[in-house]
């Protein structure tokens, strides 16, 4: 799943979303993938992805809150998230304040 940073205008459908990931994002919008935007208020969010023979384009729209979005980084216009992640956003978690443990690498154990 790629979360696009930069808020989006949510006049755009499938046609306009689908072609902003080929040319802006530069990435296959007919892949596995799903593509998760956010308009400038933070109060709602779509979700563009491919099934089999067609593109599904979901909606959500708070009535009092803001999602959590993380902070652009130059150069940097998606970030990934995993299926747990993304119900965390929708459930209204700020990810990018709350880090979980970092995970470790050993190559042996002492």
Not at 4 to 22: H, N, T, W, Y
Not at 33 to 42: D, G, I, P, Q, S
Not at 50 to 73: I, S
Not at 76 to 87: D, S
């Amino acid at each position: 799943m790629y979360l696009c940073r930069e808020p989006v205008d949510f006049r755009k459908s499938i046609g306009g979303l689908s072609a902003l990931v080929e040319q802006e994002l530069q990435m296959n919008p007919l892949g596995d993938a799903l593509f998760v935007f956010v308009n400038r208020h933070r109060n709602k969010i779509k979700a563009l992805y491919w099934h089999r023979n067609g593109f599904c384009l979901w909606y959500k729209r708070l009535e009092r809150e803001r999602f959590a979005w993380p902070a652009l980084d130059p150069g940097q216009r998606t970030c990934t998230l995993n299926v747990q992640e993304l119900e965390w956003l929708l459930e209204g978690f700020d990810l990018w304040a709350h880090r979980p443990h970092k995970t470790l690498h050993y190559e042996a154990v002492m």
